[in-house]
């Protein structure tokens, strides 16, 4: 029985969250692309200390004129990084830098543009406002306010905010070991001779750069530089069965691609079910029908169909929510938006269709979305040319012109 893609999509992200990895400690800079596993709270206020936000003079805001002009001493010069013993005094002042502690006595900092110097003598003039181009301690956070919460993937802002948090280390979700195995007699490998009905094994590197970027550990076919990050099996049952006991072996996710529809050639749901257990088998999607979700001796397995396609809109929708739900990530599906069709589409079928498209602004300001022409499901470039995928939902046959879809962000990495 098939599944609707809501209902794939919860059995495996059911059943990803219930495997959760285990936490390491790791260095700050290696951490970017990796799931925090615990809260990341504040230690003390940030910023730590009083400090000029601007190039300019502190002063004290009751001495400020509040017409005409007043003349200020000019006791020191206070850089980023230093502290002054110094306390400052009525008409006094000091030449300050941005990011330098503000002195004892001083709350507001006139911006030098904003200052006649004579010799010693800082002039200031009317309308400056007291309390003004400081930045007080504690005004971005109170120490113990929460910075960065478990479950976030961690990129590269987040990585700036833990470190000015003092955090050197961070402890995150471990990253899946993953192996690839491609399938099918008639795929050769770039750099070889193709001919007669033989056509060049894609999949297997598309599939390795996507696994990659959603955070698993690839495992080699060997371990030579220019190794591949995947395996590729002919449509033979014997050795496609200990293809897939070693990667399972080796490997806490399996990815298969081709070989799982109901073809003769097609051997996967019989291995599976011979090997191990079957989740479920056909989800009411297309492109990507004959999607399996199963496991063989505790590895997690998918098999996505062979059409290039097929398999990239699968693994979004699929494949990349469970690697991120082992990974302990809050965040498991791309933010949808809404978005009008621009032209009336149609189907036949009463499965949810993924169609391509492309982003477009409306003459109002409002998205719209242009499904496009090149939908084949061995289209690579279609799919390269798409923003987003087109949510045409199961039950509609007629989606009209002016009509607001769902449409997903597709992920090229
Ligand atoms: P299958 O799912 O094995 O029936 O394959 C469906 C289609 O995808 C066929 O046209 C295959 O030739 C093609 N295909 C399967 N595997 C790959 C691959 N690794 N790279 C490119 N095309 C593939
Ligand atoms: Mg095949």
Same mark, same amino acid.
């Given at each position: 029985? $098939?599944?609707?893609?809501?209902? /794939?999509?919860?059995?495996?992200? $059911?059943?990803?969250? =219930?495997?959760? +990895?285990?936490?390491?400690?790791?260095?700050?800079q290696?951490?970017?692309?990796?799931?925090?596993?615990?809260?990341?709270?504040? @230690?003390?206020?940030?910023?730590?200390?009083?400090?000029?936000?601007?190039?300019g003079?502190?002063?004290?805001?009751?001495?400020?004129?509040?017409?005409? #002009?007043?003349?200020?001493?000019?006791?020191?010069?206070?850089?980023?990084?230093?502290?002054?013993?110094?306390?400052?005094?009525?008409?006094?002042?000091?030449?300050?830098?941005?990011?330098?502690?503000m002195?004892?006595?001083?709350?507001?900092?006139?911006?030098?543009?904003?200052?006649?110097?004579?010799?010693?003598?800082?002039?200031?003039?009317?309308?400056?406002?007291?309390? $003004?181009?400081?930045?007080?301690?504690?005004?971005?956070?109170l120490?113990?306010?929460?910075a960065?919460?478990?479950?976030?993937?961690?990129?590269?802002t987040? /990585? =700036?905010?833990? /470190?000015?948090?003092?955090?050197?280390?961070?402890?995150?979700?471990?990253?899946?070991?993953?192996?690839?195995? @491609?399938?099918?007699?008639?795929?050769?490998?770039?750099?070889?001779?193709?001919?007669?009905?033989?056509?060049y094994?894609?999949?297997?590197?598309?599939?390795?750069?996507?696994?990659?970027?959603?955070?698993?550990?690839?495992?080699? /076919?060997?371990?030579?530089?220019?190794?591949?990050?995947?395996?590729?099996?002919?449509?033979?049952?014997?050795?496609?069965?200990c293809?897939?006991?070693?990667?399972?072996?080796?490997?806490?996710?399996?990815?298969?691609?081709?070989?799982?529809?109901?073809?003769?050639?097609?051997?996967?749901?019989?291995?599976?079910?011979?090997?191990?257990?079957?989740?479920?088998?056909?989800?009411?999607?297309?492109?990507?029908?004959?999607?399996?979700?199963?496991?063989?001796?505790?590895?997690?397995?998918?098999?996505?169909?062979?059409?290039?396609?097929?398999?990239?809109?699968?693994?979004?929708?699929?494949?990349?929510?469970?690697?991120?739900?082992?990974?302990?990530?809050?965040?498991?599906?791309?933010?949808?938006?809404?978005?009008?069709?621009?032209?009336?589409?149609?189907?036949?079928?009463?499965?949810?269709?993924?169609?391509?498209? @492309?982003?477009?602004?409306? #003459?109002?300001?409002?998205l719209?979305?242009?499904? @496009?022409?090149?939908?084949?499901?061995?289209?690579? $470039?279609?799919?390269?040319?798409?923003?987003?995928?087109?949510?045409?939902?199961? =039950?509609?046959?007629? +989606?009209?012109?002016?009509?607001?879809?769902?449409?997903?962000?597709?992920?090229?990495?």
């Amino acid at each position: 029985m $098939s599944l609707s893609l809501e209902e /794939a999509q919860q059995r495996v992200v $059911s059943i990803c969250k =219930s495997r959760q +990895l285990a936490i390491d400690t790791i260095p700050l800079q290696v951490a970017v692309g990796r799931v925090l596993a615990e809260d990341a709270h504040a @230690s003390d206020d940030i910023p730590a200390f009083d400090n000029s936000a601007m190039d300019g003079f502190a002063v004290r805001g009751e001495d400020l004129p509040c017409e005409g #002009e007043a003349r200020f001493q000019v006791m020191e010069t206070l850089l980023a990084g230093h502290v002054t013993q110094r306390v400052l005094g009525v008409g006094q002042c000091m030449r300050i830098m941005t990011g330098a502690r503000m002195p004892n006595g001083a709350d507001t900092v006139v911006i030098k543009e904003r200052v006649r110097v004579e010799a010693n003598i800082a002039v200031i003039g009317a309308g400056e406002r007291q309390g $003004s181009n400081v930045r007080p301690r504690g005004e971005e956070m109170l120490a113990g306010q929460l910075a960065v919460g478990r479950g976030q993937r961690i990129r590269a802002t987040h /990585a =700036s905010l833990l /470190a000015s948090l003092g955090m050197d280390r961070v402890r995150v979700f471990r990253q899946p070991r993953a192996s690839i195995i @491609s399938t099918g007699d008639e795929l050769v490998m770039p750099g070889q001779s193709c001919s007669g009905a033989q056509i060049y094994n894609s999949n297997g590197f598309g599939l390795a750069a996507l696994l990659g970027g959603a955070g698993a550990q690839l495992d080699r /076919a060997d371990e030579s530089p220019d190794g591949l990050p995947f395996r590729h099996v002919a449509d033979d049952r014997e050795q496609l069965r200990c293809a897939l006991l070693d990667a399972a072996r080796a490997s806490e996710v399996v990815i298969t691609s081709g070989g799982v529809s109901a073809g003769e050639a097609d051997h996967l749901p019989g291995l599976v079910r011979e090997l191990g257990q079957v989740h479920f088998w056909k989800v009411r999607l297309r492109p990507g029908m004959p999607f399996l979700f199963g496991e063989i001796e505790g590895a997690l397995l998918f098999c996505l169909p062979g059409n290039p396609v097929s398999s990239l809109v699968t693994f979004q929708s699929l494949v990349r929510p469970a690697l991120r739900a082992l990974q302990g990530d809050r965040e498991l599906h791309p933010r949808w938006l809404n978005a009008r069709l621009v032209a009336p589409v149609r189907k036949q079928h009463q499965r949810t269709e993924m169609l391509r498209g @492309s982003l477009e602004s409306g #003459e109002d300001g409002t998205l719209n979305v242009r499904v @496009s022409s090149r939908q084949g499901s061995a289209m690579i $470039s279609g799919m390269l040319a798409a923003d987003v995928l087109v949510e045409f939902p199961e =039950s509609a046959q007629t +989606l009209d012109a002016g009509q607001v879809v769902r449409v997903f962000p597709i992920q090229h990495d």
